[in-house]
């Protein structure tokens, strides 16, 4: 019996030896980039490991594959980018367990990717993390411009509330008024210039 254990053992830390001896990541594009909706991109990605591994979208609960079975060590993709605005998951998963993935932001039209300029504004969320716990805590976008709008999405893309408030801010709540469950949260800043700027703001409960 105790023969028997020792080999188990041995073939489960080898197994997860194996699982930790190669990397996957993805290098473009990278994670928090804003990408217009209709737009065609290159996914690119790296597999060190020595088995293969699928490249995959989702969209909250919807898997949408790349690459299937890729056997090479790196790689490119076509991906055309849903015209539907929320956050997306970009996923590389080897078959040994190995696996990364990137959060991109897609917003309306049809264009170009989203680029913001250098002369920008530069915005803050304070308090950040935002702390419901003690319940009507609100983050404020500090340096937005007058006029601007904000939209929060969970990390599945799923949107969460919208809010065009002077000054611009959040008070922790989805569209219903109910208050959000702890994570993190991504927002989509639009000014009047048209300058999109992205970010994540921590809820704590």
Known sequence: MKTITYVMFGICAAATLAAAAGQVSITTPVDGATLEGGHVVDVAWTNSTTVTADVYVLAGNKRSDLVKG?????????????????????????SNGAKASITVIVGAGGGEPVTTPATAPKVYPSPNPLDLSAGGATTT?????????????????????????????????????DVVAGGTYMYVLETPAGEKLTGKIAVVK
Not at 70 to 94: C, M, S
């Open 141 to 177: 976008f500090s340096g937005a411009p007058a006029g601007s709008k904000v939209t929060i999405y969970d990390l599945e893309g799923l949107k969460v509330a919208e809010r065009n408030n002077d000054p611009l801010s959040w008070d922790g709540r989805n569209e219903r008024g």
């Open 70 to 94: 890729n056997t090479i060590d790196r790689g490119t993709a076509k991906w055309r980018v849903p015209r539907e605005e929320g956050t997306y998951k970009l996923v590389v998963e080897a």
